[in-house]
């Protein structure tokens, strides 16, 4: 549905931040891009979104493809009609606006019957965004504020949704309900997800398939039981080695090298 | 009682003026966070080419106007094309110095086009006096005041309920977001470029038709600046309350401390004020969840 072929990114023309990145995201799946702070992941996003220009990022080579088409060079809101979504970084919402006006404004490229359809689901969704919409956004908690960042993104109709770092500064049961969240949507809508975390447990459980992004380049990719499998997911993303978890005192990073470096 | 009554009357009309000039400046930082010092000249132009118009069909006030909106409206988004789009992205200072690049340029065109001199204005209103209570008013005092009231409505509804008006502020609250979300930032600060540009129209008309049309109008922009920051810089409605405070201001000081405290008045309210709400009378504050 989504692919991308060599995609390079260069910010200010001269720092390049994410390099001859190859990724392919089916129809009706889960898959996650796993990588840690500074890795590229949000920048790969943007790029995809096309927003990286008034930031001074800029595609210089490779191609972005969207159910068949280039997209590389179109404009944002041309990217979210065709039906890609980006629910970004630590939610985003416009902070003055009440929660409905957030959601309207997911809504924006749709039509007006289509927008009071998408409330309506949205509001089934999140009864607790139904409940705090007529709220000010930014008073909201940071888990109502997440339900918030994802209705706007239903609001656009999307076919693909990516989700940039959903568990950013929650708690623990929070983070369990967006998840779930997610899964639902995905189960029962046929929505395609591509989720971006640096909590590589939770996401290799809900994702069929992964990637993990390192110094801006695919390090290793497979299906999601294969790399909770992997040796040095185990040791580098899940914090264990052999099964159990370790003490933090004996992790010697020099002694092990990642495999995928050398 | 009557100077009293005489001078917050008059008050209130420069006021009204200076609302709309106001709104006008706040529209655009709103939506785009760029004070637009061309505001003035902005205003000035559209006054002149509504001059124009004027001195060429003898049109009656309001078709004049209908024609004056939608000329304006097109200098807006042409002005917003040439100048501001290129800008984008760039550092907000850098764009507020194209705007008062923009200033200069708008000021001498109009002197190169319409001349020095001033001009005597005649937008079709009668100038017969019109008594309300124990304080006379002519027509086009009336007329300001009410455009004023209208336009700060109209303004309110808009930003408040209209897709584009909540776009605008979405715009302002959040450019990346608003981008993933599908608004084209661009399209939404021509459209503020256009409103403002609009509300320019109907404050340069007026103002000429109360006061006078020559080339150093531009000045009101500049004395409306304390209603803009009064108002809260972002607050288009608390701008236009704010000019008419400090319209009203203004004259008092005249009236009762003397001719040369009008100019420095609305500076001085502006200082005491931002010392107690450092954000304006209107304007929002930081949201901050703790």
């Known amino acids: 549905m989504l692919s991308l072929a060599n995609v390079q990114v260069v910010y200010g023309r001269a720092i390049e931040a994410v390099r001859d990145v190859s990724l392919e995201v089916e129809a009706g799946a889960i898959v996650a891009l796993l990588g840690s702070n ?7 996003l943007k790029a995809i979104s096309g927003v990286l220009h008034p930031e001074g990022g800029e595609i210089v080579g490779g191609t972005v493809t969207f159910l068949g088409e280039e997209i590389g060079r179109a404009t944002p809101d041309d990217i979210v009609r065709r039906g890609l979504i980006q629910v970004p970084e630590g939610r985003a919402l416009f902070a003055t606006l ?7 404004m997911g809504g924006f490229t749709r039509r007006r019957s289509e927008v009071a359809e998408g409330l309506d689901r949205v509001y089934a969704l999140f009864p607790r965004v139904h409940e705090r919409r007529h709220e000010i956004s930014g008073y909201l908690s940071g888990g109502e504020q997440q339900m918030v960042a994802i209705g706007r993104a239903l609001m656009g109709r999307p076919r693909l949704v990516m989700l ?64 909770r499998a992997n040796d040095d997911v185990q040791e580098f993303y899940l914090g264990m080695s052999g099964g159990a978890r370790k003490s933090m005192r004996d992790v010697k990073h020099y002694k092990r090298r990642k495999r995928w470096l050398s | 009682m009557d100077f009293l ?23 655009v930082y709103k939506a ?65 110095m194209v705007t008062i690049g923009l200033a200069v340029i708008l000021r001498g065109l109009v002197i190169l086009v319409w001349g020095p001199d001033p001009a005597v204005f005649d937008v079709g209103l009668p100038d017969t006096v019109i008594r309300l209570g124990p304080v006379p008013f002519y027509p086009a005092q009336l007329v300001l005041v009410a455009a004023m009231a209208g336009v700060t409505t109209i303004a309110w ?48 008309v007026l103002f000429a038709a109360n006061f006078k049309l020559a080339p150093d109008m531009w000045f009101q922009g500049m004395k409306s600046f304390p209603a803009v920051i009064l108002g809260g810089l972002d607050s288009v409605i608390g701008a236009s309350v704010a000019g008419l405070v400090i319209g009203v201001v203004e004259n008092l000081f005249q009236g009762y401390v003397g001719q040369g405290m009008r100019e420095i008045s609305g500076f001085i309210v502006i200082v005491v004020v931002l010392m107690v709400r450092p954000y304006g009378l209107f304007g929002s504050r930081e949201i901050e969840r703790v």
Not at chain 2, 35 to 47: H, R
Not at chain 2, 164 to 188: D, H, P, Y
């Open chain 2, 32 to 96: 785009t966070g760029v004070v637009n010092f061309a505001q003035g000249e902005l205003m000035m132009l559209t006054a002149y080419v509504s001059f124009s118009v004027a001195d060429r069909t003898g049109l009656s006030f309001l078709m004049l106007m209908a024609l004056t909106i939608p000329i304006s409206m097109a200098i807006g988004l042409l002005l917003e094309r040439i100048f501001i789009r290129p800008m984008l992205g760039e550092p907000v200072f850098s764009i507020v």
């Open chain 2, 157 to 204: 509804i808009f930003l408040r309920f209209s897709r584009i008006g909540i776009a605008m502020r979405a715009v302002a609250a959040n450019e990346t977001a608003a981008r993933l979300s599908g608004i084209s930032v661009s399209r939404i600060h021509a459209f503020a470029w256009m409103f403002s540009s609009a509300i320019a129209s109907i404050a340069g």
């Open chain 1, 164 to 227: 940039d770092e959903p568990s950013l500064g929650l708690a623990p049961q929070i983070i369990d309900g967006i998840f779930e969240t997610i899964v639902t949507l995905n189960r029962e809508e046929k929505l395609t997800v591509l989720l971006i975390e640096q909590n590589a447990q939770l996401a290799l459980e809900v994702a069929s398939f992964g990637y993990i992004i390192e110094n801006g380049r695919i390090v290793l990719d497979g299906a999601a039981e294969k790399l």
């Open chain 2, 5 to 27: 009554l005489l001078l917050v009357s008059t008050g209130l009309v420069t006021g009204a003026a200076y609302g709309l000039i106001a709104m006008g400046f706040a529209l």
């Open chain 1, 98 to 104: 009440t929660v409905e006006e957030n959601l309207l």
């Open chain 1, 38 to 44: 500074g890795a590229g992941k949000s920048t790969l």
